[in-house]
């Protein structure tokens, strides 16, 4: 029994790395999907155009959709698509994408608009006519992807780290406001090997993390298989499999509530606000 037949699914930036290993399995599990992506191959061909036909030669359902998703027109044009071609969106996979790495100082403000456009932008304008289409037609599930640099920090990511810390932002709201109408949120934190860091890495390093070790964990996410879960942000690579959450620390009764409260007791209460938690960082996620 296939998990998702008769489902459609919207993927962005699907044309090559994650999006196209998710729109390969999805597909697998008997998914129409929509594969997005305005990048070209070296032969100038669009990347979308090869993944749909590897995915029609496997027997699967699938369409290109080449336009930029960053602007509203593009979101609108991705849904049109979808229900052109299959009449539904049940599924959608935020996993386009973009660096334009360089520390503060040396950043302007072209690298950081474009990052900001592509990575966070893009979430509104793809997921609001989805969101709308899925609320009037009894639910669906929306995948947003974010980053350990987003919610860790990396040197040198700091358009990149606030565009997906964003993205994890985005995905809290849209689960409050999607528990309403039956439309389920994740964030997906991913580690993968990718066209940039493939050359640096061995055979066996490649195949530990191959993007497919990802999209096995989104069929879990999109499908029945989680059940009624939302609003988690999952970790997910080759190598491991875990939820990320927020901790809090025990803290310290404020102003309002304790007259004796001073920037002197503050200090003295340092234990009780910084209370050792781990401390992740971005190479906590290569394990
Ligand atoms: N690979 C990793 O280890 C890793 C780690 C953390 C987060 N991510 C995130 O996962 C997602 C996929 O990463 P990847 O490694 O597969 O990247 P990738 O560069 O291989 O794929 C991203 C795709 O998005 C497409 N794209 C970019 N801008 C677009 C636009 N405006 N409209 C349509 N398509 C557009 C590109 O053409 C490209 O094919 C990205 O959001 C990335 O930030 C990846």
């Known amino acids: 029994m296939t998990l998702l037949k008769g489902k459609v699914a919207i993927i962005t930036g699907a044309g090559r790395g994650l999006g196209a290993a998710h729109a390969r399995r999805l597909a697998q599990e008997g998914a129409a999907i929509v594969v997005n992506d ?6 100038g061909e669009y990347t979308a155009d090869s993944v749909v036909a590897s995915i029609r030669e496997a027997g699967g359902q699938a369409v290109a959709h080449t336009q930029d998703i960053s602007t509203v027109e593009g979101g609108q044009s991705l849904l049109d698509a979808a229900l052109a ?47 709308a289409w899925m609320k009037e037609n009894g639910g669906g599930v929306v995948v947003n992807t974010s980053s350990p640099s987003g919610l860790v920090g ?10 997906k810390s964003g993205a994890w ?11 309403k109408c039956g439309v389920r949120v994740w964030t ?27 999209a096995e964990v989104m069929v879990y996410m999109v499908s029945e298989l989680s059940g009624s879960r939302t609003g988690h942000c999952l970790f997910a690579s080759g190598h ?16 309002g509530v304790d007259p004796a409260f001073t920037a002197r007791s503050l200090a003295a209460a340092e234990e009780a606000i910084y209370r050792p938690e781990p401390t992740l960082t971005v190479m906590d996620f290569a394990k």
């Open 38 to 43: 305005m990048g070209r191959d070296e032969r």
């Open 85 to 131: 071609a299959f009449g539904r969106a049940d599924i959608l996979i935020n996993n386009a994408g973009i660096l334009r790495d360089k520390s503060l100082l040396k950043l302007d403000e072209g690298d950081w608009d474009v990052v900001l456009k592509v990575n966070l932008k893009s979430m509104y304008a793809v997921t609001r006519p989805v969101f």
């Open 188 to 214: 997906l934190v991913p580690t993968a090997v990718s066209a940039l860091t493939a050359p640096l890495m061995d055979a066996a390093m490649q195949a530990q993390l191959a993007p497919e070790h990802v």
């Open 154 to 163: 990396n040197f040198g990511q700091i358009n990149y780290a606030a565009s």
């Open 240 to 255: 491991s499999v875990r939820e990320l959450k927020l901790v809090s620390a025990p803290g310290i009764a404020g102003a």
């Open 169 to 179: 932002g985005f995905s809290n709201v849209l689960t409050i406001e999607g528990a």
